[in-house]
């Protein structure tokens, strides 16, 4: 008996036969489950296994610069990325957009809006792709059975701040320093 949601093929293969909310499938004799801790797996697809196995989501096609979110609305839903790339943009006091971030396969978009109920910036599709888009309050209510997802949720909203805090030693760095790191390969 299989106990994935009928959505959990959205990964381009079937849930694994008598699935108990995490996939398992055999290699040379070892089981490995899909989850966070997959071997040899990136991050992303065991994101994108865990939503598509344990969550309901409604999957959306988005054409280039279709926008995904809107800064000031009432947040209920995250949106991962499936397909494409998505940028979020702030809106400047010169009504410039400012690029805040970029996200790619498996990322989660929205986490911005967690703290106060809003989304803080615009997302748009910077290519087409398919976005998922899932209940924030059935994320919340999953956590509470699936320690894997909710180490997913979390690992999302450090690499959200890793990047915020990179992208703000970048634009802080003198031009020089970031020369000189760039010329030797160094990340600062």
Not at 78 to 106: C, D, P
Request: glycine fraction near 12%.
């Amino acid at each position: 008996m299989n106990d994935a949601p009928a959505n959990a093929h959205a990964l381009g293969h079937p849930p694994a036969e008598g699935s108990t909310g995490l996939a398992a499938t055999a290699h040379a004799g070892t089981t490995v489950q899909y989850g966070v801790g997959m071997l040899g797996a990136p991050r992303w697809l065991a994101s994108l296994h865990l939503v598509a196995v344990n969550l309901g989501f409604a999957r959306r096609t988005v054409g280039a610069g279709e926008m995904i979110q809107v800064a000031g609305n009432v947040f209920t839903h995250l949106q991962i990325v499936n397909v494409g790339t998505v940028k979020t943009v702030h809106l400047t006091a010169s009504g410039r957009e400012q690029i805040v971030g970029l996200h790619f396969r498996g990322d989660w978009v929205g986490l911005d809006a967690l703290a106060s109920g809003r989304f803080a910036c615009d997302a748009y599709a910077m290519e087409p792709s398919e976005i998922w888009s899932v209940c924030y309050a059935s994320v919340l209510s999953a956590c509470g059975h699936l320690p894997e997802l909710t180490r997913t949720l979390h690992i999302a909203m450090g690499d959200e701040l890793r990047r915020h805090h990179e992208w703000r030693w970048a634009c802080c760095r003198p031009k020089g320093v970031l020369r000189i790191s760039c010329a030797f390969g160094c990340r600062l």
